[in-house]
């Protein structure tokens, strides 16, 4: 029983350790979704990525939702385009662990 629990604790430690991490590397990423470019789906206590949603307008449009900085205009006026300097695409936002 106590490895069981010594592990629920460290699985704990290694995600708080890696969300830490993702946010450390992407400090201007949207609060508002998460970097997701939609409104993610919120759940009792953990949020997944969005399937559809809204996009997300806290963010100026062309603005990428993961560093802040400037996309490409897409070919397909319906696709939000890819950021220039981190890759981002919509749907690429936070991991939710």
Known sequence: MQQEWEAEQQAYADIARMAEEWQTRWPNHCRACGAWGASPIRHYHYMEPP??????E?????????????????????ELGTCKTCGWRFDDGAPSW
């Open 58 to 78: 806290a963010l100026p449009e062309g603005r990428c939702h993961r560093c802040g900085c400037e996309l490409t205009q897409p070919d397909d006026p319906c």
């Open 51 to 56: 399937d559809g949603g809204d996009p997300c």
